[in-house]
């Protein structure tokens, strides 16, 4: 297997991904092809963030029956992953490193507070492939509200690349092998469908996945302490990550200080005020 990282072919777009995202090209084990850079140039995922996906997208899901893609949005965000099942390498790489992101949420249960959407980028994958597929990461998984809220589906070519050409992911297949050629990396959606968040790679932060989500929510899930959080961390599209937001932290820290500090006070004023004697007490007796 050869790696590229598809990021030195996209540093002429502005919207491009930036050294996160990777390109996996299969070699057959007898024999080692030329990489196509013109072929490769045609390869990864740009942020189009806050752009809005088509709703009226229609896949076929792992039960063999037709959806309309925005059935899957409206209540709760999602995370979109676009592989594909027969996939020999990256695309197990990238679902394997989703389901561990996803079981390090905790309190956050695929189908309760968020859904997963993956999708084929191959036309030619059938829904007994996709249902394969999702009795293996349900299982790997562990929670049963996956089996409601974790969806996999396949589609016709046009109602693929319209997908794909909305949240910038740009793919090709392999005229020699046909491997398809992609970047790595999952989206957030919001309720409405708008794309949200960016994670590249195979590996997701279960901290970054839960941020996202929140964020993509509009608070509507998560807690006290996420809302705390979300002000010390920032997304930052460059990298695809959650960073410290050091000034706020320290405000953060200098007001939680204080406030401690007040509490401090008032308790020994209140300890020193119980500790004096009442005045008009009378005395013993003679």
Known sequence: MIVVDSARFDLARPRAAVAVAVVAILICASSVQALDLELLDQIGLDQNLD?????DLTFTDEKGRTVVLGDFLGDRPALLALVYYECPMLCTQILNGLARSLRGLLSFDVGKEFDVITVSIDPGETPSLAAAKKAEYVKRYGRASAERGWHFLTGRQDQIERLAQAVGFRYQQDPETGLYLHASGIMVLTPEGKLARYFYGVDYASKDLRLGLIEASQNKIGSVVDQLLLLCYQYDPATGKYGLVIMN?????????VAAMVGFVALMLRRERCAKPRHGTPGPPA
Do not use: D, H, K, N
Request: proline content about 7%; overall charge positive; aromatic content about 0%.
């Open 249 to 257: 932290s320290l405000r953060i820290a200098a007001g939680l200080t």
């Open 51 to 55: 752009a809005q996906i088509p709703l």
